[in-house]
């Protein structure tokens, strides 16, 4: 089982529509979460990070953490054709005091106008 | 303010070579991080420096990769003898103390023939 499961895609979206962008994860350590927005040939870029269960909204997207299920979710209301990407969830993970992210294969997105 | 710069953008070598990948943190992050995604996998962590100390070699694949980080300033990931299975997307990443946030360079596509 790897460690930061998510669906590869590609989700495609029309313009103004949600997109729900969906991450699960194995180790209960895992401290805190990031999605990271990468397009082709760029360095990925941060979008949101969440460590509490619940929701955390930014401008047009929401992040959603529940510990329980160990499920980590984006949405993005409103979507635009400037956000198809390959958005990228990673786990920060604490190991002999010291930290690293692991990442999700990313789940390219397609929104057409 | 430069963010994490990384040079080449794109190296071609042939198996058996030798190939050193430079990365530049963002000025004043102790913290530098290498990853690596080869193709159709997700990005996987390789080390981190805390200035110029190996924190966490645990993703390195073998002796035939040794990264520096002399005056805990830049960095160097080189490869020798490069085989075919190390062609793929080195990512390097810098991190200040006091937060978590790593801030990711656009990546060397090294490309072993």
């Known amino acids: 089982q790897k460690e930061v499961e998510q669906n590869s895609g590609p989700l495609s979206v029309p313009e103004g529509a949600i997109a729900s962008l969906n991450c699960t994860y194995s180790d209960r350590g895992s401290q805190s979460f990031f999605w990271y927005r990468q397009y082709s040939g760029k360095s990925p870029e941060l979008i949101m990070f969440?460590?509490?269960?619940g929701d955390k909204e930014d401008g047009r997207f929401t992040a959603q953490l529940n510990k329980a299920s160990q499920y980590v979710s984006l949405l993005i209301r409103d979507s635009q054709p400037s956000d198809s990407a390959t958005y990228l969830c990673a786990a920060l993970l604490f190991s002999g005091g010291y930290n690293k992210l692991i990442f999700g294969a990313g789940t390219r997105l397609a929104v057409h106008p | 303010e430069a963010g994490v710069t990384q040079f080449p953008s794109h190296s071609v070598i042939e198996k058996g070579q030798t190939v050193t990948l430079r990365c530049d943190p963002i000025?004043?992050?102790?913290?530098l991080y290498w990853y690596r995604r080869v193709m159709g996998k997700e990005i996987k962590f390789l080390l981190h420096?805390?200035?110029?100390?190996?924190?966490?070699e645990s993703g390195m694949p073998n002796n035939r990769f040794l990264a520096e980080r002399t005056g805990g300033t830049y960095s160097t990931l080189k490869v020798q003898p490069a085989e075919l299975e190390d062609s793929g997307v080195y990512f390097c990443?810098?991190?200040?103390?006091?937060?978590?946030?790593?801030?990711f360079g656009a990546g060397t596509r090294l490309s072993v023939l």
């Open positions: 990443a810098s991190r200040d103390g006091g937060e978590n946030i790593q801030y």
């Open positions: 000025s004043g992050h102790d913290n």
């Open positions: 969440i460590y509490s269960n």
């Open positions: 420096f805390v200035k110029e100390s190996k924190q966490d």
